[in-house]
């Protein structure tokens, strides 16, 4: 059988419904929700369904079918009967008359079938695959519902508005075409989806002031890659980073995540490990500038979360100075990332009652910290790039005082393919690191919680496997 995919205006028309059962209730909000007509034929019409039809202007007739009840009066019928001889006899009869009709246990029978539906009204998505899987249409349906953000019918609702006076100032196709897909996919559109419903209408009004320019505005979207498996991106990063059209990436953000990047998006690396060509902090701030002010859509991927040891901070304070709009999309940073694909809680009702989030690097050769605030009991520490730094951190925490048997955990390429996880205590620990020649990016956690690595390693063997 083949479907043609259509969708029909809905508003004037009336539709029989025979069958008083849950699956009819469904069916009535549906049609109902979409302005259409119902009346029921139903022996025992269940007392919200009578009430749903009577308060939407539509009868209902308590008695059996009989093919009488079925006239030109309708253009749509629905055999929705627990009797597939009787489903059967309707649908029959609906297909003498020329009507459509929809057979719910049997949509071979019938001649209309209702798809699994994504509801952004005025957007809908429908999913049709011909009655081979309810259950397949529904898990499309599922995914897609989280993925078409949920403002695209305010978006569409918006952009409907504008449509004839944008065709009036536009007339030629072509920038039109440009107009809308700027308006669809750049600033408008996101201050809609973070709720900013006067805003988005607002720079809407000026990009159709300015259209004529041809200066589309460019943006920065600052996100934040995650630790490494593209699993961990959030729906908006996903989303933001299919519509660059420059991508500047950190050392950090995975090969993986990279692969989600759009063919046609421009790359620029702009990592800091590559000593010899990497781009200095003021540089790349400089890059989000330029490539915006030019009108591009701009994703800066940083690894982990922007805001944590990211010097996210640094900027989005220079696009501030330039006026540039941005957006900062959280990520989920490392000591998260490591700490579940790990198997290391960061806190624990009896061992750890705070984590902190602590920043390794060596600065002439040493560390300025806190010690004696960070070598207590019942507290984690995750130390950020504390690779080189690892032995004057353990030495300082044992002199100021912490158990030299603290357990304690570095993660390797954590949340990875290649992950590691090396434990050992405070006192072994760099003899250790050496031993399994531990290699960046490398994540220190020090803390009771290490030692509950062992109970849930299974986890991470099976990752493994
Ligand atoms: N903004 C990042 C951190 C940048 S600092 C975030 O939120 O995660 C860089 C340090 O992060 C590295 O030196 C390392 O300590 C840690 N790191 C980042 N990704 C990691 C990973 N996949 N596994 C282990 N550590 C990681």
């Given at each position: 059988m083949a479907y043609l995919p259509l969708f029909h205006n809905s508003e004037h028309l009336r539709a029989l419904i025979i069958g008083g059962g849950r699956v009819a209730l469904r069916r009535a909000k549906a049609l109902i929700h979409a302005q259409v007509t119902c009346d029921v034929v139903a022996p025992d019409c269940q007392a919200e369904l009578a009430a749903l039809i009577d308060d939407n202007g539509g009868a209902v007739q308590q008695q059996a079918f009989n093919p009488?009840?079925?006239?030109?009066?309708?253009?749509l019928v629905l055999a929705?009967?627990?009797n597939s001889d009787i489903n059967a006899a309707i649908a029959e009869q609906a297909k003498a008359l020329d009507l459509m009709v929809n057979v719910?246990?049997?949509?071979?029978?019938?001649?209309v079938i209702f798809g699994a539906t994504v509801d952004r009204t005025p957007l809908t998505i429908a999913i049709n695959n011909g009655g081979a899987s309810p259950v397949l249409s529904r898990l499309l349906r599922q995914q897609l519902d989280q993925f078409v953000p949920k403002h695209y019918g305010a978006l569409a609702a918006l952009v409907g508005r504008y449509r004839d006076e944008v065709k009036q100032a536009l007339p030629k196709e072509s920038d039109r075409v440009a107009f809308w897909e700027s308006v669809l996919q750049g600033s408008v559109a996101e201050a809609l989806f973070s709720g900013q419903h006067d805003v988005a209408e607002g720079l809407l009004k000026k990009s159709l002031l300015n259209a004529d320019k041809h200066k589309s505005n460019g943006e920065v979207y600052l996100i934040?890659?995650?630790?490494?498996?593209?699993?961990?991106?959030?729906l908006r990063a996903f989303r933001l980073l299919q519509q660059a059209d420059v991508v500047l990436y950190d050392a950090l953000v995975s090969a993986e995540v990279m692969d989600?990047?759009?063919?046609r998006a421009e790359r620029i690396y702009v990592g800091k490990r590559r000593a010899n060509h990497s781009v200095p902090q003021d540089g790349i701030n400089q890059l989000l500038v330029d490539h915006a002010l030019l009108g591009k859509r701009v994703a800066r991927l940083k690894g982990g979360d922007p805001f944590i040891f990211g010097r996210g901070g640094e900027e989005i304070e220079k696009l501030a100075a330039h006026q540039v709009p941005f957006q900062v999309v959280p990520g989920i940073t490392a000591a998260s990332g490591c700490s579940a694909y790990g198997g290391i809680?960061?806190?624990?009702?009896?061992?750890?009652?705070s984590v902190r989030f602590v920043t390794g690097q060596l600065k002439d050769g040493s560390i300025a910290l806190e010690w004696p605030a960070l070598a207590v009991e019942n507290q984690t520490l995750v130390f950020y790039m504390g690779l080189k730094g690892l032995p004057i951190i353990c030495e300082q925490l044992m002199a100021h005082?912490?158990?030299?048997?603290m357990p304690a955990a570095l993660v390797e390429?954590?949340?990875?393919?290649?992950q590691r996880v090396i434990t050992s205590d405070l006192t072994n620990m760099p003899t250790t690191m050496t031993q399994e020649t531990v290699m960046s990016p490398s994540l220190f956690i020090v803390g009771?919680?290490?030692?509950?690595h062992d109970k849930l390693a299974w986890f991470a063997s099976e990752r493994e496997a």
């Open positions: 009488e009840v079925i006239s030109k009066r309708y253009q929705l009967t627990d719910a246990d049997d949509p071979s029978a019938g001649n934040g890659a995650g630790p490494g498996d593209p699993d961990l991106l959030t989600l990047v759009p063919d809680p960061l806190t624990h009702r009896d061992y750890a009652q005082g912490m158990d030299p048997n390429k954590g949340t990875t393919q290649d009771r919680v290490v030692n509950l």
